[in-house]
């Protein structure tokens, strides 16, 4: 964790409190490269009825078509979700930096197995977002990630 | 593969027949439950300028928010890249009927290992179809899925 990566993860948080604020599930991510922000997302599971745009596949749509993912880097507030660490992978994301895997541990191990770069912040106020919404909305959150089959 | 599959393949193979026409890559796929179709979709990198709209996660987000995904399967006309792969895993669907892995090798052993059932249709009409399009469009699919860093 470096500096510059405290402040874009930052960034990351700021799309999780949007989320949080719209009364949807608060994950955010944000793609950088060449240290500039090039996509930002959030999980958009409330707000568009959507199961399968989270933080990640939100921003990697946002993205847009890139003809290669070369030193890109995915910063997100939450450890990435099965399907999520899937498009991380399949897309070949170099570097992923990850606010938190106490509320939801995510599948920090098979990347690391893939052979992508992994590091965990453990921030507080990624930590506190997300317990706050698990409080408030335990069956959104049970629907969205906890309650499904593989994390 | 039951007379039943080989149905619901026929569907998900029109799904990816309507991408082609439109221009786009031709993968398509179905979800069943109860022996019916719950939901249908097909690549839409082109057609929405969307990296992550693959036949298997556009058939998901059509399907809408469920509350449990038991009992579900996935027909879908090519191997599943890794973040389909991944998307499946995450859901918790049950059983994945699968066109070909021919054009594309995909990630049958990694669904395998995590439990899901599998079956393999070695779809001629699949293959051909994907084969008519790499041929035509050897660039978009190379951007889409065979240069991406992993299957």
Redesign the interface.
Known sequence: MTDTDKIFLTQALTEARHGFDQGGVPVGAVMVRSGQIVARGRNK?VQE?????HGE?DC??N???????NDTEMYTTLSP???????I????IKRVVIGENINFPGNIELLLD?GVKVALADDPACKNLMAQFIRKYPELWF?DIA????T
Do not use: I, K
Not at 63 to 69: H, I, K, P, R, T
Not at 81 to 87: L, R
């Open positions: 599971r009825n959507d199961p399968v745009m596949t990697l749509r993205a847009g078509l890139m003809e290669d993912y979700c099965m399907m999520c660490t899937g498009a992978l399949h897309f070949g893939f629907e309650g499904r089959s593989h």
